[in-house]
Structures are given as structure tokens and as C-alpha cells.
């Protein structure tokens, strides 16, 4: 009966080990975590579950080029895996700290300033990578500054003679409204007599009644237009000096319109203004031949990283104001029914904690009946080896069956993260391992004191063979 009992308790003393070295100790959590590479899975099934725009998306959204960016770069700093790692080791740390009764309440926080301040460098970064023809356009503050279309900017950054074939277009552009102003204004202005003069060979005014004149006007007018613009082209200089005053005074009217923006109450001073800046910078580099192409580069820079600076504060300065500061303690607003499972939980890790030594102690005890029962070194040994051994045994094929059983199960089933599946089976694995070496230290000791009463037995014989012959 003792054996029995020895049996039971050691099986179960094994079990609480096992689980106080794995389970309940948070250093191997996290170490298993840590090792089996937990965090990386954690975060990628996290990215995978809850989606968001590629980087090809971003430009379709309907959020907005600055909008899309803004929730990636913060759904890449919350699921960065080595933050996704410092936040869940600390509330590990502040869990069993509850659970073993080093902590009078339970605590879960979450500490956003490193989130925040990594989303902050990222969406600066992802701005100032943005081409700049998608920011301007999203922005829509100063847009109306720009009197072409904005498409011209994604190759007048990307190399020198993209800067130059652009700035060309956006000339060519100019000078074919001036050109077009200039006839419009010669017809205007022109008699008639003068404009027929231009389409009909040998033309006589007296042929003609005024009605007649009209009606020749409006009939021939594209040839009339077509001889008009051939007669403005001709004069090169003076279309070279109008386009360059017109591409001035799209400078001017640039910097006016700038100027005459008035922005929405919510929107930040500061974001219009670098807007602004943005804005004049590529209206004068594609309108001002004197700018060089590194001139223009150097500017878009300085003011695409302002921009980006000034909308990652903005958009961060939001973001802690929505969250209410840098940390958010989960534990602050815990239903009263978690609250009771977390109390729950703390009375089972109590017992479990004091378990362990009641039955070392009941062990000890048994070990003791077993001697003074007895009285023998034969049967104390056999009887603690074979307890061991039967102890150690069951539980090796207890926890081989279970982990064998866990990984068929979710081998069989529709996992819908086959990653995070094998994260689970992976930790159990461990724990398991831990239980199953322990069970073969067990049966080792068990043999050996088979071993010894084994010995011991003979011995005993030889020497009582021995003492019956003298």
C-alpha cells in the first residue's frame, strides 16, 4: 500500500515540477518564445489577420496617399516583432508576479511611447519616399498652385533628364498658351478686310459687302487662325520673351495662390505651410531655367523631409491624444469577470506553489514508513526503485502520447495560421520535454535502487551462506 501511495505521489510531485519549471516560470516562457522564434509568428499572423494596403495599394485607396501611410506606419510599429517581444515579456513579468503573489493586483499595460516614436520615424520615412506628385495631389492644400499636371513631377525627380524633359513640356505648355493668346488676340483685333486678306489670294474689298465679309470670317476662320499662328511663330523672340514672362507670372500667381489659401480650422498652420513650400519649389524648378537640376533635387528634399517631419508630428500628436497619453493599462477598465479569472487563476498557481512542497514532504514521509515498516534495505530499495520506475514510466508514455495526439490533431484540422499552429505545438513540445526528462530521470533512479537492492540481496545472502558455514 505504501509503494502505492509512493507511487501517486512521486507521479504527481514529477507533474508539479515539471509544470513550476515550464508553465509557471516566466523565464521560460519567454525563452521558449524567444527560441522558437514566437514573436516573429506572433507578428507575421498578426500582419496576415488584420491585412492593410501594399505599397502598391496605397496610391488606389480611397483613405488617401498621407492616410494610407499613416495606418501602415503605425501597423508597423505595433507589430514590430522585437516591440511585439518587449511588451509581452513585460506583462509575462507583471502576470506571474500576480500569480505567485509577488503583486497584490493584476497588471497588463502596454507602453506606446516605443510604438509611437518608431510610427513617427516611419511614416517620415514613407512620406519623404512618396513621389512627390502623390503627396501634392492628396494634400490638396496648395494644388491649385500648380498649373500643370502634377504627373510631369514623377519624372522630374526620378534623373536629370526627366527634370529636364519636364521643365521642357511645362515651357512647350506655356508657350502654346501664348501663342493661342497671341492669335486670339490678332483676330480680335484685326479688321475683317485684314483677316480675309491672310486666306483669299488677291483679295479686293469691294468685291465684298460687309455681311458677305462676316460670313466669309466665320467660314474661313480655322485657315484665318492657321495663317495668324504661322505669322506670331515667325517672330521667335518676341514668343521666347512672352513665355518667359508668362512662366514668371506663373510664379507669381504660384506664390499668390499660396498665399491666398485659407485652410480648414482643423488643419495645422504648419502642414499648410510646408505644403506651400513643397508646392513653390516644384512650380520654380519646372518654370525657372536658371535652377539647376541638383538645386531642384536638393529643395525637393529639404522640403518633402519638412513636410514629412510636420505631418508625422501632427499625425503622432493625434495619435497620443486619441490614446490618452503613452501607456495603456488593459487592467484599468477589466471587466469584473476577468478580474475574477485572474483571481481564480491565483489561487490554482497557490496551490500548485505549495503543492509542491506538501508532496515532497508526503514523500519524505512515505520513504520514512517504508524503513521503519520494514526495517529492510532490500525491500526499502525495491520498493522506491520500482516506484520510481512505475512513477517515471507512466509518465514519459503520458507525455509522449500527448504531444504526439496535439500535433495529429492540429495536423488534421483546417489551421486557418499553419505558422502559429506550429508555434503551439512547438511550445508544448517543450514543456513536454521538460516533463518527459524528468520521467527518465525518475526511471533512472529507479533502476539504480532496483540495482542496489538487487545487490544488496545478494550480499546479504553471501554473507549469511557465509556465516551459516562457519
Not at 213 to 224: D, G, H, L
Not at 353 to 375: E, H, M, P, T
Not at 378 to 395: D, E, N, P, R, W
Request: charged share 20%.
Amino acid at each position: 500500500m505504501v509503494g502505492l501511495l509512493l507511487t501517486g505521489t512521486v507521479g504527481a510531485e514529477n507533474a508539479l515540477v515539471a509544470t513550476h519549471r515550464t508553465v509557471l516560470d516566466p523565464g521560460f516562457v519567454k525563452q521558449s518564445l524567444a527560441e522558437e522564434g514566437g514573436y516573429d509568428v506572433l507578428s507575421a499572423a498578426a500582419i496576415e489577420t488584420l491585412g492593410g494596403p501594399t505599397a502598391g495599394e496605397l496610391n488606389d485607396s480611397e483613405m488617401g496617399v498621407v492616410a494610407s501611410l499613416t495606418a501602415e506606419a503605425y501597423r508597423e510599429a505595433l507589430l514590430d516583432p522585437a516591440y511585439l517581444a518587449a511588451q509581452t515579456n513585460a506583462n509575462i513579468d507583471d502576470t506571474y508576479a500576480y500569480l505567485h503573489g509577488d503583486a497584490t493586483e493584476p497588471r497588463l499595460a502596454i507602453d506606446l511611447a516605443p510604438a509611437q516614436a518608431s510610427f513617427a520615424e516611419n511614416l517620415e520615412t514613407s512620406i519623404v519616399e512618396t513621389p512627390t506628385a502623390d503627396l501634392v495631389g492628396d494634400l490638396d492644400l496648395t494644388a491649385a498652385a500648380l498649373p500643370f499636371d502634377t504627373a510631369l513631377l514623377k519624372d522630374a525627380e526620378t534623373s536629370e533628364a526627366g527634370f529636364l524633359a519636364a521643365r521642357a513640356e511645362v515651357r512647350e505648355t506655356v508657350r502654346e498658351q501664348v501663342i493661342q493668346q497671341a492669335v486670339g488676340q490678332a483676330f480680335a483685333y484685326a479688321t475683317d478686310d485684314q483677316l480675309l486678306a491672310l486666306v483669299i489670294v488677291n483679295y479686293d474689298p469691294d468685291d465684298y459687302t460687309a455681311t458677305e465679309k462676316e460670313r466669309a470670317v466665320s467660314a474661313r476662320r480655322p485657315a484665318i487662325e492657321a495663317a495668324l499662328r504661322e505669322r506670331v511663330e515667325a517672330d521667335d523672340e518676341r514668343v521666347a520673351a512672352l513665355t518667359d514672362e508668362a512662366l514668371s507670372a506663373v510664379q507669381t500667381q504660384a506664390v499668390a495662390a499660396v498665399e491666398e489659401t485659407v485652410p480648414p480650422a482643423e488643419i495645422d498652420p504648419a502642414l499648410v505651410s510646408a505644403s506651400a513650400d513643397l508646392t513653390l519649389v516644384v512650380v520654380t524648378g519646372l518654370t525657372d531655367e536658371t535652377v539647376t537640376y541638383n538645386e531642384f533635387k536638393t529643395d525637393l528634399t529639404e522640403s518633402k523631409s519638412v513636410l514629412a517631419q510636420t505631418i508625422a508630428t501632427e499625425m503622432n500628436d493625434q495619435l497620443v491624444a486619441e490614446l490618452g497619453g503613452t501607456e495603456l493599462v488593459l487592467t484599468d477598465e477589466m471587466p469584473a469577470e476577468s478580474k475574477q479569472a485572474f483571481e481564480n487563476a491565483r489561487t490554482v498557481v497557490t496551490v500548485l506553489d505549495r503543492g509542491v512542497v506538501v508532496l515532497a514532504g508526503l514523500i519524505l514521509v512515505l520513504v520514512g514508513s517504508l524503513w521503519f515498516v520494514g526495517r529492510s534495505g532490500v525491500t526499502f530499495l525495491s520498493t522506491i526503485g520500482g516506484a520510481f520506475v512505475l512513477a517515471g514510466g507512466v509518465s514519459f508514455v503520458l507525455g509522449s502520447v500527448a504531444i504526439a495526439q496535439l500535433g495529429a490533431a492540429l495536423a488534421g484540422s483546417d489551421v486557418p495560421i499553419p505558422a502559429l499552429a506550429d508555434l503551439v505545438v512547438a511550445l508544448v513540445g517543450r514543456v513536454t520535454g521538460v516533463f518527459t526528462s524528468q520521467s527518465l530521470v525518475l526511471v533512472g533512479l529507479g533502476l539504480v535502487c532496483i540495482l542496489g537492492a538487487v545487490v544488496l540481496h545478494y550480499r546479504v545472502d553471501a554473507i549469511g551462506r557465509s556465516n551459516a558455514a562457519t
